[in-house]
């Protein structure tokens, strides 16, 4: 930050979850950063330290509803969304005086038009969200079950990997935040799809999850009793996450791909592990995969390739950035066995929400991110 | 049991473990059994209600070490050997008086001839480790690290899966069962590479076991802070029950296979998934598999395959000696993911064993154990 | 049973929740039931099977709502209650075909009288839920937030703590099963009031419980990332269950007395803990105070005191209808600390309430209970 | 710290362990500190990052076996010891250069004293043991079994609670830090016994910890599986905290006192609850308790006192340095119940060793201590 040291004033929509939550965790000792707005719709009212005893004397706002805010004033240099599926395209719209397309329009009555010309211009916009990660507008409507809202907005959004991302981020006012899975999934296999290390059409992605990822809605298989001394696999062959992973690898592949992605429910708080299995190409060894991830990696501060044997664990990431990956020859000849893991609360969701506010703010990228992590 | 009604003799020996233990909850309610004999070298002198509280106040005899044993008067009809790899071998030798081949009659000094003498006749040997599941002597000193030391009895042993073994078993004197990995990986492939459903040369197995497959030893690896709120991949590609879970399906192959295993350590006590991956063979869809497997496990009284779209979870076989099956279409063309689930403590290692006792002694083969599972 | 062998016909109403679930686990093997009738109104229509994959392939009925039951026909002995706090006295009312009095006979229309009329005459009731625990019709008002609606059912009803109500359970058509900390806290302390050893204007009850307790209702604070890798307390000086508690030790103590009484909720799913510090009264020490214990249960098949120096686990008895006690010197002179653990879901809930079924139907009240614990 | 900047340079004796791994995490980031020295005997000549994979690639030192310590040249300012319990007091008296007192100067040969005049002199030791809790000698013996080492430096080491003796840790060169036990309940009690607002001799202490307080010896009682899905109270009547407690409610009573303390292991890996019941006096209520302890910490950035009708929970605590305290109004009339939770690896151990090293530093108390906690 320059001298004048104005700090950035940040607004966290859906602050009463638990990635909105883990948003103000960092955000709160970032020290670029005064957090002036959060809103929670059903909390609207209460303190956050009602909602979240952790944030008490943190000097934090009051929690208020979305349609309570009054924006002028405010002057909000940055807003997180942190708000359920399929209802931040008309807000991110609105955020970005975007009314003049799509279904928006037609729904802005002149009150709310007020109320958008009242946002101050310039803001932008960190979406954690999957309503601005899906590029084919069908796909979208296939998967979320609803045509999406603002579709010009759609390609203009960026996909906010950061480490693939950079430099679009950093010039954009709407950055569409990876999922959990995608990212534990993308950041070892990108790498090996671009060197034409490993056959695309033979990705099988076995994921693993703490009950975090499934947010803190009420739902009776998240209760404690449901969860606790148990395993199962969900959403087999139909979980969201799997469109939005070939989306990214395709890119990568140079072609459509279709992978085998199966999330499975842990019983812990926190973290994911993705056990990828995948097919040698083009003459590629297990040891050479883990020299294009330790070369493409060697530069950035939160991912790391672990030594040669060992096993990554959740357990050495909580609460931090990082994201660790083990490759591991198979003993079927011609495969490869790569593991990935990191805390889905932070490099999962907030932790990359705010190195993307980094990007988009023009500090350095680690700034409020230095945790070490928890352990035990 | 006829009319005369004399109780089967048992012995456990490596009763201070987990399996032991679990072995003593499912025989002491057992309408056929006695409890004769439990061993526990370290524990000796010990009531088994010290060691394991859950056990006590049910007239079970006191801990001995193994040595100490005087086995004339005992008059024991069944032996369960629940001790740890690579120490069983010599013993069940002396239980079988088949002292006269390989290392062990060097090793078998007077006074152990003696006492290998006063076993009864015709006792019965059910081993739980995994010194006799190995066919091939080479594979075996290869992944245990040591020559097998009673290779003529090796030659006699038969390989446990009850659904599988049936009848090799009622007549065997020696029944190695199967661990609790391959059980739960057996089960749902060997029906269906015995269809010729699934390309054998690309089986992919992802399992996920709770903490007490690792058993009662003192490792660090094994604290709650170790496992807790975490997860990791471990022994990938060199975990000693890849080889014996491709002896069984290299059988079911009908040609030597190799598979990928990769195991998972879970936050849980009991439980172990294998989410399996398999690419479909000779034109069959997912629901050909779905099919063999309802067909065979029909009758089955523990085997089930649960209705289409339901996803088995292991706290639905906690406590109880059941395995479910369930059948996924990969989005993947021409691929298949099937998942099963048991409680490793119970079909993966006491209650299988309880299992195989029955058939070898002739009795109902559910006989003890019909206990619902525990849930939540 | 004698030689004709009717079995026993059951109903469960409020069969989806764990309480329900747990009495459909212990019947389903008990040899002189059989269970005609589950209730369930939000799940109506399912089988119990898609609702408690554990109980699935079992013969169990399809669950219906309570209003749709067609009670001519299904001649049902026993019912048992598992419904929430505040709606089983009309229900009890109606089955127990009292209907004159209290608040019950303005609100059963006409259409509602058939039905009580097609209701076998001379079903006997066991009820789970609260609402026949309390004697005193102010003290049930003040603690549960309205009147009760059947008075008169209140004055028959018997508290039903097995060990300590034996003979009025058989002969009693109404039993009110005691709460989960009732149960674990009066074990212990009545026969020590009942002796005069201890001051019983000094009783501190620290209770710990699993989440089970707080049954399957979507409440925030059950999910596991609330529950999960934490302790807190909740409802001191507050929960229902204190005049519970109180009602019991004043009768043992021939007074009206007050106790703390503070339950902790603890990151697990089964298991209740009583830590209960006593002043020792009329020169007791705390060896008589176990001499008193081991006397009074000497001869009882689910309450235990534990050996000297040994401290009772939850995970010894899970599963299981045991209680365990343990009694310890206090290092402040005149006092001593008393540590009572049982299964939640069995002893203190659907155990007992089988347990007070074998009562009232003249059969060996073991009946159906003799699970050997599940450990680990 | 001022210009010229110079960092403090810290080492960790005994750093393989949990308190050991948390002082590091919270010293890699503190501004003012290097880490030049870690030992683990145990574990010596292996890099941190394999026994603590969470602190890989911090550039923190080689573990090295204390005896390999070349002392000359490391220049250590700050010595942190979280060696076991029993071993640190020849240590520290090498350390401070003491040895011409009690056993140490027979047992320092002449190689010891080369090592011991090679130690920077003005070397402050800051100790996590026990070794240097105990005032009265005797009492030590007793309880640890063994005579003290080091009785000289006994008289001047400092307890550590950094909120009640913050001027002589300021000016000390051995602070011994409180156990986790003890800060947990010394916190609230302190300053109400100081007050007269409650009966020093009716105090009972009923704590409830995480497993990560029994450090990371292989204890089988330690394993994730004998401490999972249960809870059990332990070492009842004769924990060491017991005296550790009293010894500091005697000084702020004016009086010798005995208190009831009993701890009990959860299933977590963090966090320690101590629920106090405490008989008012000289006229208090609750309100009167509640008062005095938001005055006495209205100005302390670790201990807060949450809202009335609020109950503290570890989970609001984890990973950070606070410590919450609520009051509550008992039923039995004249008492009252306070609840206290903290992180016992924080601000119950390397946290409030920070604390203090930060007060004997001279920098502000809270530096390198500001982590929001982790929740979920």
Chains 1, 2, 3, 4 share one sequence.
């Not at 907005?153 to 950079?166: C, K, N």
């Amino acid at each position: 930050m320059s001298g004048n040291d104005r700090r950035i004033r940040v607004g966290i929509l859906g602050a009463s979850g638990y990635a909105g939550a883990e948003l103000a965790r960092l955000l709160v000792p970032h020290p670029n950063v005064e957090i002036v707005l959060l809103t929670a719709d059903r909390k609207a009212g209460q303190h956050v330290g009602e909602v979240f005893p952790h944030l008490a004397g943190r000097g934090l706002p009051y929690l208020m509803s979305l349609s309570e805010v009054e924006w002028s004033g405010l002057e909000i240099d940055i807003v997180f969304c942190a708000l359920p599926h399929g209802t931040t395209q008309d807000i991110v719209a609105g955020l970005l005086h975007e009314t003049g397309h799509g279904l928006v329009d037609e729904l802005v009555v002149e009150e709310q038009k007020d109320l958008v010309s009242s946002i101050k211009s310039g803001v932008k916009v960190i979406d954690l969200s999957a309503d601005f990660r899906i590029e084919n507008l069908d796909t979208y409507a296939e998967w979320y079950g609803q045509p999406h809202r603002a579709p010009n907005l759609q390609t203009e959004a960026v996909y906010g990997l950061s480490e693939f991302a950079r430099e679009e981020i950093r010039s954009s006012r709407l950055v569409a935040c990876p999922g959990c899975y995608p990212t534990v999934s993308l950041l070892p296999l990108l790498p090996l799809l671009e060197a034409g290390q490993v056959d695309p059409h033979d990705i099988i992605i076995d994921a693993k999850s703490g009950v975090t990822g499934a947010g803190r809605a009420l739902k009776e298989n998240m209760l404690f009793a449901e969860v606790g001394e148990g395993i199962h696999a969900y959403g087999i062959a139909h979980h969201r996450h799997g469109p939005e992973i070939e989306q990214e690898l395709s890119h990568a592949a140079g072609e459509d791909i279709t992978v085998n992605f199966t999330p499975h429910l842990i019983p812990m708080n926190r973290g994911i592990l993705a056990t990828v299995y995948v097919r040698l190409a083009n003459g590629a060894a297990a040891g050479d995969l883990r020299e294009t991830l330790e070369r493409r990696y060697a530069d950035e501060p939160f991912v790391g390739v672990v030594p040669d044997g060992v096993a990554p664990a959740t357990r050495h990431v909580r609460g931090s950035n990082h994201c660790l990956i083990g490759v591991f020859a198979d003993r079927i000849a011609g495969r490869a066995i790569i593991v990935s893991v990191l805390d889905n609360l932070v490099k999962g969701a907030a932790g990359q929400a705010v190195q993307n506010m980094n990007l988009v703010c023009g500090l350095p990228e680690t700034t409020g991110l230095e945790q070490v992590p928890l352990f035990p």
